[in-house]
């Protein structure tokens, strides 16, 4: 993947894979997929997120490969040069909701540096009353604040010494740690007295709950937002290979890789909950947090070998936050590269603004839930983009001149179910806003105080009418601001 002296590129496909399955792997692989999986079906839900995966996340996939790798852009410019002008707004709207999500998931990423601190200094211990350690670190006035800023330091600081190369140095090394130490807890968790009924319970799989429009509905919505497809991010990453780079084989291999440490945490989690908690039902139902820093924590303190599995669970989170914070810091960067900054310069002015911009979510948990409800679900309106930006091309024109010459899988019909795509967001923007409409009967409309109306519909709306609208209306800024890139000749 050699070019000419002076291109920022990969090193080498090992490279850019690992970093691209580090993208795509986060803390949602670990907490959320095993809380999900646990809640509908187990089995079922496992297979019917298989099959999302063709039929959501591998097409997209392909499309933000294809942006990325035709304009040798970032999401703003890439809108510019592949759609015209006057759709450079669109890639504007896609670059803010990853950002707005960097903005939390850096505290995010804070609260796992925190718990792995906390292991290694053996506060996990037998007597711990871990929902009072989550309370206190998450309630308390400030608390949170100095680890978001550390883990900004340590995203900046590698993505500032050593730009793309830096992040495929990295990920070479977070991901097989990443996948290594799950494999040690999945070791353990299996051996447990009792954990047969956790692994019965997840590859046994009852085929009458397929029929349940629920299941599908999670598992769409699991593929959305474990793989990272039509964030962007797969974008940013293929503006850097080169012209004979596989898309097909390359989107196939991370979504596949992304699944399999989504059912690597499940093994791990799972039967351990199974083996060792009074109430599995209320660990599985306790939310994203409450399995990881209350639950699991807990059992971590009546386990043999508790300590170090502790230990391994956090570093393993820690990991997985890390890779995929590198990827988010990079898309904000390259957009501001494409406006003429020199990259060092829009590193540290990507880091800064997200660090000012996250320490609200670092100061309150109901905004950090508020603000992953809103850009959570706007990642559906993102996939959107890219769907019918492909419709709009023509997706037989786009696999003809962009996939297929370099493609070693020749399945033009996996990228042809981009067509289905907006059926898929109908129904589960659809439902999610059922959802939350009963949640708040009577009041799904009102959006303040954020505090009380953390998931309403209303919140979600208003936030996304105002910044999606100021994008709308900068729109010949944008596009005037970001300038088409010198020719890039990868070889």
């Known amino acids: 993947m050699s070019g000419k002296a002076g291109s920022e590129q990969w090193g080498s496909r090992w490279g850019l894979i690992l970093s691209a399955i580090g993208m ?5 692989n ?6 999900v999986a646990a809640a509908n079906g187990g089995g079922v839900f496992v297979v019917a997120l298989m099959i999302s995966l063709f039929l959501w996340a591998i097409p997209l996939m392909m499309a933000e490969a294809v942006w990325g790798k035709k304009s040798r852009m970032g999401c703003v410019g890439s809108f510019k040069v592949l759609m015209g002008k006057k759709y450079t707004w669109l890639g504007g709207v896609v670059g803010w909701i990853v950002l707005a999500i960097v903005f939390y998931y850096a505290v995010v990423m804070g609260w796992c540096v925190r718990y792995f601190v906390y292991a290694l200094m053996g ?5 711990l009353d871990t929902e009072a350690l989550w309370t206190a670190f998450s309630t308390t006035k400030g608390a949170m604040v100095p680890w978001h800023i550390i883990s900004m330091i340590i995203t900046v ?13 990295a990920n070479k090394i977070l991901i097989p740690t990443l996948f290594v130490l799950l494999l040690v807890l999945v070791g353990r ?24 429009g629920k299941i599908w509905l999670e598992a769409f919505t699991q593929a959305a937002w474990s793989t990272g497809a039509g964030w962007g991010l797969m974008l940013t990453y293929f503006v850097y290979v080169g012209n004979k780079e596989d898309i097909a084989l390359n989107a196939t291999t991370v979504c596949l890789a992304d699944t399999t440490a989504a059912l690597l945490a499940g093994l791990a989690v799972i039967p351990t909950i199974f083996a060792l908690s009074p109430d599995p039902q209320a660990a599985v139902t306790s939310g994203n947090t409450g399995l990881a820093f209350i639950h699991l924590t807990r059992l971590f303190t009546v386990m043999p070998g508790g300590t170090l599995m ?9 990991c997985a936050a890390l890779s995929s914070m590198l990827s988010m810091i990079e898309l904000g960067c390259r957009m501001l590269l494409d406006m003429g900054m020199e990259r060092k310069k829009a590193i540290l002015v990507a880091g800064v603004g ?6 609200p979510s670092s100061m309150s948990i109901s905004f950090l839930d508020n603000q992953d409800w809103v850009w959570g679900v706007a990642l559906l309106v993102s996939g959107l983009i890219f769907s019918l930006g492909a419709i709009k091309i023509g997706v037989q024109k786009i696999w003809d001149e962009d996939i297929e010459p370099c493609s070693d899988i020749k399945a033009a019909w996996m990228w042809k179910l981009i067509y289905l795509f907006p059926l898929w967001f109908v129904l589960i923007f659809a439902w999610w806003t059922i959802q939350a409409a009963s949640w708040y009967p009577g009041e799904w409309y009102k959006w303040l105080p954020i505090s009380k109306y953390t998931f309403t519909v209303g919140t979600m709306y208003y936030q996304w ?5 100021i994008i709308f209306v900068l729109n010949n800024w944008l596009a005037e601001k970001t300038k088409y890139p010198a020719k890039v000749d990868f070889d």
């Open 123 to 127: 506060t996990i211990k037998p007597g």
């Open 310 to 318: 502790a230990i391994a669970f956090f570093l393993a989170l820690v």
């Open 157 to 169: 600081a590698i993505v500032y010494k050593g730009a793309i190369a830096g992040i495929e140095k």
């Open 24 to 28: 795509a792997v986060g803390t949602g």
């Open 30 to 35: 670990i907490w959320r997929f095993p809380r």
């Open 465 to 469: 009418a105002i910044c999606f609208g």
């Open 189 to 212: 968790s299996v051996t447990l007295d009792g954990a047969d009924k956790g692994l019965e319970f997840l590859f046994h799989p009852q085929w009458g709950e397929m029929l349940k």
């Open 354 to 359: 997200i660090t000012i911009l996250g320490l």
